[in-house]
């Protein structure tokens, strides 16, 4: 007897990027803040690791939930806190999109709008993973051209966009690319979809613009954000999710009952009340940015412009799963993703300033290497 | 258009224990733990907080998982974490059950066994809960007198139970009623059940009995546990299962990839290298609970035998409902479920001696008030 059902046999798991435990490494490959939290951050957990860890956190972290609406100007039934922003997208699958059935249709007969996840190609590659889980249709649409948001009339034209999907994903800014979108674009597409649309703001802090306006404007656009990279928490999984009370409260009824630990609730309160610390981060981070994309881009390589804490680099010489190995030999990490619209591509996390001055002594002598 | 999933339209959300902020109040509703975490393992978490936070924690669990099959006698490969147990019970749902499909047969057909999950009444609540999430048909079974495991003979007469269900969950020992179960006649069912059967032992620790061999031995059986009660760590959301590496595997494809908090992870391994701190609690809790049981028992309570960190009290002269309400009126909050097994009951977590001596005072005081 199967026990396992088919469906789940037959994934392929999500993979991580690697949480390497190698001494004196360059960890640069999966999009961490290089700066600590604030150290009132800090402090506040500190103190609350006490007698109360016996207790149970607040179930639908309400303290938390009352101070995300008073910064975004909403109501707490506007929120939803997860158990980092990956709780969100998947709550999001099963609470918005019916799982396939088994084919009534012809094999080949697009799959019904109310089973569709839809994406662009590229986006974050857990996208097609927690559709596959779901038992749903992942529908991955490209980009224009240089990671571009495509127009109405494009999307239209290619004929693959479902503009009543069931659900649909943007990171916004993209990942893996950094690109950033303006939210007047975002608004035009957000009008245009019938279905939920959720703009995965992950890196949002690191850009010019944000589009949590539109999840309070229009009833079927939720935006969700992390303290994970901005606010250098990724160890405590807290993310959110804004929008409408009814999608929200569809979330809230398939939610676990603590999916929030009672710390990263306290972490993230905390943050959220040292704002200063993390604009100062956000302005390193973006000096440190620029400069290693001139670094690089004065080395041979084409770096996207990017509104994230990570640039998209399209190296010289040799390929960038010949880089990625190169680098990684010298104990520099950064990622690779092998899937056809981005195969050309590094993905460098934004680290220290010396770690981008290593990253590129590091490029400049393996350039070296080839040449010589 | 609707957004949102019929199903999840129609689900009645988990309601999970009060967790109250009032002041002063005893709080015996939710079966935490009266003591706190060891200092070693409050020092442990305290020594964590720094700059890693910022960093993602070990998306598998990788040491305390180690620590853990040290512990068990088996291979890390035999073992999940969780977000809490919750986040395991779910997973079992999604990995191991096919959602219920528009209904081809006639209404009143029963569920195909790949579509069931299965369960004694009573049992925990959020069990229905979770099949309804998933879709899935939730089979509940009623145990035998006084809350005993019926013996297979009975189950096969009662005809209701499904040796083919895909997904059998067993409360042990049993909540809410606090009975235990021999190893010998959990064996005795597992055996016979061809689907997934998961052992619940989120209260074993104060059992004295456990099942763990059987996940060891048969590839259909899981059990899980959870640092939440025994362990005092509910504000950290760390659970385990246990089990054969296929199934234990298909919970893995299907996680959430960094479904464990770090600071969580960091807790539950500290909190198994101070075994004698919590063999004292568990000796302190029972030698309570065997006070308190004899104390409600001398003022007319009927208070079924308990393995747990909690006993289930019929009360006399009030309807229990009654109870909770004049119990919560002076500030001691305990549980009460509606349904209808179990709505003649009290379910009494056990705090501190002081908590039970207050608990006795009150029972007394309010029995006077209705005698008077």
Redesign the interface.
């Known amino acids: ?1 199967k ?3 088919p469906l ?2 037959k ?1 392929r ?2 993979v ?2 690697e ?1 390497s435990r190698i001494k004196g490494l360059i ?1 640069l490959n ?1 999009n ?6 604030s150290p009132k ?2 402090a506040a ?2 103190a609350a ?11 639908t972290a309400q303290v938390l939930r009352e101070k995300l609406a008073k910064l975004h100007g909403c109501s707490p039934e506007n929120i939803i806190v997860g ?2 922003c ?2 969100i997208l ?1 709550m999001a699958c ?6 396939l ?2 084919p009534a249709k012809p094999l080949d007969a697009p799959a019904p709008a109310r089973s569709v996840v839809q994406f662009f190609d590229p986006s974050y590659s ?1 996208y097609p993973v927690l559709a596959a ?1 779901h ?1 749903a249709h992942a529908q991955a649409v490209p980009l224009a051209d240089d990671f571009a948001l495509p127009s109405l009339a494009e999307l239209k034209k290619g004929g693959q966009w479902d503009f ?1 999907a ?1 659900l649909t994903l943007v990171t916004t800014p993209n990942a893996p690319s950094g690109r950033g979108y303006s939210t007047a674009e975002l608004e035009r597409l957000c009008r245009a979809q ?3 649309i959720l703009l995965d703001e992950t890196y949002v802090d690191f850009a010019e613009e944000n589009a949590m306006a539109l999840a309070l404007k229009y ?2 656009v939720l935006v969700a954000r992390t303290f ?1 990279k901005a606010y ?6 807290v993310g959110y999710c804004v929008g409408h009370p ?2 929200i ?2 979330l ?3 939610r ?4 929030v ?4 609730q306290v ?1 993230a309160a905390a943050t959220l009340d040292d704002q200063p610390y993390y604009q100062a981060n956000f302005r390193r981070i973006g000096a440190t940015r620029e400069r290693l994309s001139h670094g690089l881009t004065a080395l041979g390589f084409r770096v996207c412009p990017s509104q994230t804490n990570f640039i998209f680099a399209k190296p010289s010489v040799l390929s960038a799963e010949r880089w990625l190995q190169k680098l990684r030999d010298r104990k520099i990490l950064v990622r690779w993703f092998g899937y056809p619209s981005v195969r050309d591509y590094l993905r460098i996390s934004i680290g220290t300033d010396a770690e981008a001055d290593a990253l590129l002594k590091t490029v400049r002598r393996i350039l070296g290497e080839c040449r010589g």
Chains 1, 2 share one sequence.
Do not use: W
Not at 49 to 59: F, S, T, W
Not at 94 to 99: I, K, L, N
């Open positions: 007897m026990r396992v059902r789940v046999q994934l798991a999500y991580p990027g949480q960890k999966t961490e803040n290089p700066y600590p939290p951050v800090l957990v500190k690791v006490d007698g109360r860890l016996r207790l149970y956190p607040n179930p158990n980092g990956d709780d998947a099963r609470a918005f999109v019916e799982p059935t088994a857990l889980i038992g009543r069931a019938k279905g939920v009833p079927q994970s250098s928490l990724c160890f405590q999984r009814e999608l409260g569809g809230h009824k398939i676990d009952s603590y999916n630990n009672g710390l990263g972490a």
